[in-house]
């Protein structure tokens, strides 16, 4: 029979500090247990830990329950984000190392549970320290929008080009030519036609097997890009460890990886993301008007709260009430004193209410211009070390950001007036040393404020959590909704649709750009977004992209994967 609650029993939310601390207990002693369970049936004495609270130690053969996580040593320099790693890290290791390590060994005193455990905290602390020193400005407003530039150019002129004379005989194999085009264009070393033949008719849930049991291209790229990640990650004294290795990179290649891409290259899956970032960014501006009325509200009512007014406004009340009807007749073209008065007051709480939005816009963007982030100082100096010059080491003005939005919205062929405008006002201002200052400040700020901070990893984190454990519990043990019908990817198209339609017509911003763009018309907007959603439609041209992306951020990470020395990193 199922458990009655206490009633002074304490409901914890789920992925609150509380309940996160609950889970890594629950999941740490139950691998404790595991490996002294052998122990405990010939020692039953109790032995202390001596370790110190989050300390970067590993875990003691006899551990404390209400001392779990204090124990664990310590992932980054974050106990916020700690927890989460730790969440997710210890549902991998409790579900495909230590179920069945327990059975096969009588590591009772858990050296190899603590060196696992030990290991995979030093390559944490290594991968923030890489994380640190990446130049994130640069990657995600200048290499990331040339990656999506070639992408969509690619797609573009092989649209063009099938049927043709630059295509070949495919046999009336309309999406085959389409592909080959596309990687005549952009071509990826493990991205091949002849891995796209292997794959392209294995798309259902039911050929999953048959689809992992294929050795392409793609899969020895990710395993020999995994080992050598894994390698430079190992501290030197575990590089001769082939078990610990093994089981690392199989880990985050076979199920890391691997069920990453092909998660987020299917086609609706894309559409269902950008369909909850259109959404997000509807909802936020609808909720920030919502906000701003209730504080011209409170501002009313804190105004009208005043004795003298409100005794001054019965009266009128009172005095308008027992008048005879003739004199309301009379009066009923005119205004009142009272109703003048509230109108007036009315006006000056809107008018101040305004007056403070401005001024805190006004004070954001002086805090953000005049001053760097100190994340970011080193890379975004005001000062070129190098020259006598005043200009900025690193031109914000010229990210290839520009370059990628003027292209999305066709801005050179519907607006050309407009588009050689702001050309020409972007070249002078970034010949501009004060100019190029505040938008490097204000680069700097914005990565500081929002991408690396601790809240920005937990929601990665956490989202990597919900995809591979829905329930805390087992390996994807929740069947996602996967489209396979004609209809069923009609409706996932049309609902992103939808939802980026609402973006525009809810959303300031691109209120702005619906009006000077696309000329309030909704004809366009359509071709535009359908296009848009259509270049999505090919899971292998999807993977051609994340390869491309993920290619970018390792190379970032992993400076050493561009040097002279990478055949012997690889031979290692």
Not at 128 to 151: C, T, Y
């Amino acid at each position: 029979s199922p458990k009655k609650k206490l009633k002074n029993e304490v409901v914890v939310e789920k992925d609150s500090p509380e309940y996160l601390i609950k889970l890594i207990n629950s999941i740490f002693q139950k691998i404790q247990r595991n490996n002294t369970k052998d122990a405990a049936q010939n020692n039953n004495t109790n032995t202390t830990n001596t370790t110190n609270s989050r300390g970067y130690s590993s875990l003691s053969p006899n551990i404390s329950v209400s001392k779990t996580f204090e124990q664990l040593p310590a992932l980054t320099s974050s106990t916020n984000v700690d927890m989460e790693l730790f969440a997710f890290i210890g549902l991998l290791l409790q579900q495909f190392v230590f179920s069945w390590y327990s059975r096969i060994s009588f590591d009772y005193k858990g050296e190899f549970s603590n060196e696992l455990i030990g290991v995979v905290a030093h390559m944490t602390r290594n991968i923030q320290q890489r994380i640190r020193a990446v130049d994130w400005g640069v990657l995600l407003f200048d290499k990331f929008p040339v990656i999506f530039m070639r992408h969509m150019n690619a797609i573009r002129l092989a649209k063009e080009e099938v049927g043709s004379r630059f295509s070949d005989d495919f046999d009336d194999d309309s999406e085959k030519e389409f592909v080959s085009r596309f990687i005549a264009h952009n071509p990826h070393f493990a991205m091949t036609l002849d891995d796209y033949e292997l794959t392209k008719d294995l798309r259902l849930p039911n050929d999953r097997e048959k689809l992992e049991s294929i050795l392409t291209k793609e899969k020895q790229y990710s395993r020999l890009l995994t080992s050598v990640v894994v390698s430079m990650l190992l501290p030197m004294e575990e590089l001769d460890s082939e078990l610990t290795k093994s089981i690392l990179v199989s880990i985050v290649n076979d199920l890391v990886l691997k069920n990453l891409i092909e998660s987020l290259t299917d086609g609706f899956m894309i559409w269902s993301i950008v369909g909850s970032i259109m959404n997000k960014v509807a909802t936020k501006n609808a909720n920030k008007e919502t906000d701003e009325k209730s504080k011209e509200d409170n501002t009313v009512d804190i105004n009208n709260s005043n004795p003298e007014k409100e005794s001054k406004k019965n009266e009128a009340t009172s005095t308008s009430e027992t008048s005879s009807t003739d004199i309301n007749k009379e009066q009923s073209g005119t205004k009142t004193p009272d109703s003048l008065s509230s109108a007036i007051l009315d006006l000056k709480t809107k008018v101040y209410a305004k007056i403070v939005t401005v001024c805190r816009i006004c004070g954001d963007f002086i805090a953000y211009t005049t001053s760097a982030s100190i994340f970011n100082k080193s890379k975004y100096s005001t000062t070129n070390k190098n020259s006598n010059s005043n200009k900025a080491e690193i031109d914000v003005l010229q990210f290839s950001i520009f370059a990628f939005l003027a292209e999305l919205f066709s801005l050179a062929t519907r607006i050309p007036f407009l588009f050689t405008i702001i050309e020409i006002i972007g070249i002078y201002c970034s010949k501009l040393p004060r100019i190029s200052r505040l938008a490097n400040n204000a680069l700097s700020n914005f990565i500081g404020s929002i991408v690396l901070r601790d809240s920005t990893a937990i929601l990665l984190i956490r989202s990597l959590r919900k995809m591979f454990f829905p329930t805390d519990s087992n390996f994807m043990t929740e069947d996602r909704f996967i489209p396979t019908t004609e209809e069923e990817l009609f409706e996932a198209k049309e609902s992103s649709k939808l939802k980026i339609k609402s973006a525009f017509e809810n959303n300031k911003g691109l209120q702005y750009v619906f009006k000077f763009i696309y000329a309030n018309d909704d004809n366009i907007l359509d071709d535009d977004i359908e296009s848009f959603l259509d270049s999505f439609n090919i899971k292998f041209i999807n993977k051609h992209l994340m390869w491309n992306l993920l290619d970018t951020i390792f190379t970032d990470l992993f400076p050493e994967l561009t040097s002279d020395e990478l055949p012997e990193l690889f031979a290692r």
